[in-house]
């Protein structure tokens, strides 16, 4: 079974800083474009951030500066630094990747997401 499993979220003070990981495993061919998306409470899903299997990187509108998208294609790995956090970053943070099992073909998963709250 192939999953994506997300880590580093919980509670920071305003000005801190996070690093989020989200790590898949299974019977994995290849991996695609990785994805970070977020969901404040009340408030559709935005996408923050896309990582292509060769290192380019997208950020959502407004959202470049504060947040960087890296992967570590060794482990399966993707990670998102996230600095100078606002309370308005409370959200749950997901992880979408885009991925070729070695039984059922193209996938696109989602990971079951990681609470990062903000205080002020």
């Known amino acids: 079974q192939v999953q994506l499993v997300e880590s580093g979220g919980g509670l920071v003070q305003a000005g801190g800083s996070l690093r989020l990981s989200c790590a898949a495993s299974?019977?994995?061919?290849?991996?695609?474009?990785m994805r970070w998306y977020r969901q404040a409470p009340g408030k559709e899903r935005e996408l923050v951030a896309t990582?292509?299997?060769?290192?380019?990187?997208n950020y959502g509108d407004s959202l470049e500066g504060r947040f960087t998208i890296s992967r570590d294609n060794a482990k399966n790995t993707v990670y998102l630094q996230i600095d100078s956090l606002k309370p308005e970053d409370t959200a749950v943070y997901y992880c979408?990747?885009?991925?070729?099992?070695?039984?059922?073909?193209?996938?696109?998963?989602w990971g079951q997401g990681t609470l990062v709250t903000v205080s002020s």
């Open positions: 299974g019977s994995i061919a290849s991996i695609y474009d």
């Open positions: 990582i292509t299997s060769g290192g380019s990187r």
């Open positions: 979408n990747a885009d991925l070729r099992t070695m039984t059922t073909g193209y996938v696109k998963l």
